[in-house]
């Protein structure tokens, strides 16, 4: 677990601990099946009753563990994790379906960015109207993409919101 905590802290920061005290209740991370899940304790408690070889998932699916041990985040944790985000990406609207299609973020498609970004630090990215698409790390830093190519890659698409489609076998 803490693979995948670092890989959180990577995009959230020190706000992982406001994904677990909320005001609607105590939530918290469980592991089942190499797969990682964000539940209501709640919810945790009315699973417990039943027998665990029944259940297949239980609370949102925040990624896996790859077979390397590494840590893999679904785009089905962005919803969760795009408000505590530390470091944003926002990309114009002729960017918008490349990088839906998996693609990476170029300079030409780069709108704004967070001014503390370095290299390689993950990032959320964000529609120009504010509408959260997926995850990617920083290609480059703040300063660098300001001066840059325009043909050059910004950002390395992780995750985005095309993969309900692209791969939906493999995100439950």
């Known amino acids: 677990m803490k693979v995948f905590f670092?890989?959180?802290?990577?995009?959230?920061g020190s706000n992982i601990k406001l994904l677990i005290d909320r005001t609607d209740g105590k939530y918290c991370f469980r592991e089942k099946k190499d797969r990682v899940y964000y539940v209501s304790e709640k919810v945790l408690n009315m699973g417990s009753m039943m027998n665990p070889d029944n259940i297949i998932s239980i609370g949102t699916c925040f990624g896996k563990f790859t077979k390397s041990g590494?840590?893999?985040i679904h785009i089905t944790s962005l919803d969760y994790l795009a408000p505590y985000a530390q470091h944003k990406m926002w990309i114009k609207p002729a960017a918008e379906q490349q990088f839906l299609y998996g693609h990476n973020v170029l300079k030409s498609g780069l709108g704004r960015i967070t001014e503390s970004t370095t290299q390689y630090q993950g990032v959320i990215v964000f529609s120009m109207s504010d509408v959260p698409l997926g995850f990617g790390v920083a290609a480059k830093?703040?300063?660098e993409c300001k001066h840059t190519d325009p043909l050059s890659v910004v950002c390395f698409n992780q995750a985005d919101i095309g993969e309900f489609i692209r791969c939906e076998d493999d995100l439950i």
């Open 70 to 72: 590494k840590f893999r």
């Open 141 to 143: 830093n703040t300063t």
């Open 6 to 12: 670092e890989k959180l802290s990577k995009y959230i």
